[in-house]
């Protein structure tokens, strides 16, 4: 009796082995089973952030050129100027032009253009017959004085006047409104059929001198000469 007792208590004592061997074996593959891949969450967070980086990108930026355009201050000029051309007078509306190489802005009729003709000189002509012109050159004070630029004027028009025959300008209803005119002078001449006038105007800081290309059934010279004297 005593040794069936024993080996039943041997079976049992086995057997609670097996079972505790058998529990182990089962929780190892529980414990350390793989950890599921989480890459691919990250990898759709990149991708959003991707794509809201390149939605910002996309979009137009706006700049205060696009939104509000600078307006030049000679579109909105509605100055005009009145002479006298074949005993008529006329009033007409004018632009503003600028000569880079010299540094000056003139007002003029919009059938006139300005273009640069040679160094410190410019060429103001009218657009449908450009043997109508007005040569203008601006010096500094500092360069030359007015009676400097008052001998070249009389050398030229007597250089190209018949004989040596030129006319001195009387430029008092001319410059009758004028301010800020010093001194003046002028002088014209006719070959044959053409007439050429050179003026000069001295300012309290520069000199103008305009030599004007006309004809007398043009008759243009005022025309010029009130354009002339919008230079500053």
Do not use: R
Not at 100 to 116: K, P, R, T, W
């Amino acid at each position: 009796m005593k040794k069936g007792m024993t080996i039943f208590c041997s079976v049992i004592i086995l057997s609670m082995l097996l079972v505790a061997c058998n529990t182990d074996t089962k929780e190892v593959p529980e414990t350390s089973a793989p950890i599921p891949d989480q890459q691919p969450n990250t990898t759709n967070t990149e991708e959003k952030y991707d794509d809201s980086q390149t939605t910002t990108a996309q979009q137009p930026t706006s700049t205060p050129e696009d939104t509000q355009p600078e307006v030049s201050p000679d579109e909105t000029t509605n100055s005009t100027i009145t002479y006298t051309s074949n005993g008529q007078k006329v009033e007409q509306e004018v632009q503003t032009s600028s000569s880079e190489q010299s540094g000056y802005s003139i007002q003029h009729l919009d059938s006139y253009a300005l273009v640069a003709e040679e160094p410190g000189k410019d060429s103001l002509y009218f657009k449908e017959d450009d043997a109508l012109s007005m040569g203008i050159e601006v010096v500094n004070k500092t360069e030359a004085s007015f009676e400097d630029v008052k001998t070249s004027a009389m050398d030229t028009i007597a250089a190209i006047a018949p004989e040596g025959k030129y006319n001195e300008l009387d430029l008092t209803k001319t410059l009758k409104n004028q301010k800020g005119i010093l001194h003046s002078v002028g002088y014209e001449t006719i070959l044959e059929a053409d007439k050429v006038t050179i003026v000069v105007f001295e300012h309290e800081s520069k000199l103008i001198k305009l030599t004007i290309y006309d004809t007398p059934e043009a008759d243009l010279t005022d025309a010029f000469l009130q354009m002339g004297l919008t230079i500053h």
